[in-house]
């Protein structure tokens, strides 16, 4: 896939924004070198969720850095900085989640590039906005932007998302506004700097309830079964004799004639009605709906034209035909034989999803090769591991 061919990145990035962001654009063939530590590396090198390693390698790491190349350099020295500006001279993108003041120091931000080099496209990542200390953590900032409020029933206690979703979505922005960047270029010659900060992805992924709520719309976490604090019932998960069903954009005296709901509903035909008593409703069907089992009642409902899907676990969505999760995995093999499974590309081009091109490197395999290209000698390198800067 080489949509992005002959486009150079230098990543600085670290955890799981940054380096999600940058594979995106490598997927397409974007050339992106990222710059790790001499010592021990990016953070996400010796971190992993579930106690994911394999032979010594993180699955955190693996699961963000597909096709990059890795360069170790001490920063802090003043031969590290100077082979780092070697790096963005050449490069048409420059990615950096470093912690708030962190480039500053380091006299690699974008006030102190942008006129040595104009054309530079300068990409950051923040938690809250590049003057912050707090920490930008996804669950942290699924609390603070008000999803985990949102989401499950009066019940519960406040429930944020199984998933890093501020995190995943803040990296498809901060993506998305480098294209755009890009594309501008070719018009104008020139770069420009594009920030993105999770606050922004967390309210981003509201804002169809935030709007409501922005014109005074009355949302409240519902009762048992509905499934958010805008949609009227029986919008909702429903939980079955053997397992549990999401039933969705379905009017009331539909759900009730197909489970053989004997009373009339027709007086909550209307959106509203059925908004201001969803909690009652919810109830309603919850007690209708738990005779069943959930493949019978999926089958029913479906054959009279009513939407519902199952609930799973990630060992039923590896079965579930209609979501056909194994074609979008791809399995990266090293040297050593080692194999380790993600997540590919989300995207189709021509129907066609790119494939990886390069396994998640070991910490600075290609620091000698992008020397080389920077045209420094095999002897000027050797030097340079001797002193400590690579």
Request: net charge negative; hydrophobic share 35%.
């Amino acid at each position: 896939m080489s949509l992005l061919k002959d486009i150079k990145v230098v990543a600085f990035t670290q955890f799981l924004l940054g380096p999600i962001a940058v594979q995106y654009l490598t997927d397409l063939g974007a050339d992106a070198v990222k710059v790790e530590r001499p010592d021990k590396g990016a953070f996400e090198r010796g971190w992993a969720g579930a106690e994911g390693f394999r032979n010594g390698m993180s699955l955190f790491y693996a699961l963000g850095n597909r096709n990059i190349r890795s360069v170790t350099l001490d920063l802090k020295s003043s031969e590290g900085k100077k082979i780092a500006l070697e790096m963005i001279s050449q490069a048409d993108v420059v990615v950096q989640n470093y912690r708030p003041g962190g480039m500053e120091r380091l006299g690699l931000d974008y006030e102190s590039l942008k006129s040595s080099f104009p054309q530079l496209i300068y990409a950051t990542a923040s938690g809250y906005g590049a003057t912050s200390e707090l920490p930008g953590q996804d669950l942290l900032l699924q609390a603070q932007t008000g999803i985990a409020s949102v989401t499950g029933t009066r019940e519960q206690p406040s429930t944020p998302a199984g998933t890093p979703i501020v995190d995943q979505h803040s990296a498809s922005l901060l993506a998305l506004g480098i294209l755009a960047a890009l594309f501008e270029r070719t018009r104008t010659g020139k770069g420009r700097l594009v920030e993105v900060d999770m606050v922004a992805g967390g309210l981003d992924l509201q804002t169809e309830p935030f709007t409501y709520y922005l014109n005074d719309a009355p949302l409240e976490r519902p009762g048992p079964s509905v499934g958010s604090t805008f949609h009227q019932a029986p919008y909702g998960v429903y939980s079955t004799s053997d397992g549990e069903v999401a039933i969705s954009m379905v009017s009331v005296p539909a759900l009730g004639q197909a489970l053989g709901y004997e009373e009339s509903l027709e007086e909550y035909t209307e959106v509203r009605e059925s908004f201001r008593s969803r909690n009652m409703l919810g109830k309603l069907f919850a007690e209708l709906v738990r005779p069943w089992s959930a493949e019978v009642l999926i089958e029913h409902l479906r054959s009279h034209g009513l939407w519902c899907a199952p609930v799973q676990d990630y060992a039923g969505v590896m079965e579930d035909r209609d979501i056909n999760v194994r074609e979008r995995v791809v399995e990266f093999t090293y040297p050593n034989g080692t194999a380790i499974k993600t997540l590919g590309h989300p995207l189709k081009y021509d129907g066609e999803s790119p494939k990886p091109r390069r396994v998640p490197p070991d910490l600075g395999t290609d620091t000698s090769d992008v020397l080389a290209e920077l045209g420094y000698s095999s002897e000027e390198v050797d030097e340079l591991k001797n002193s400590g800067v690579i």
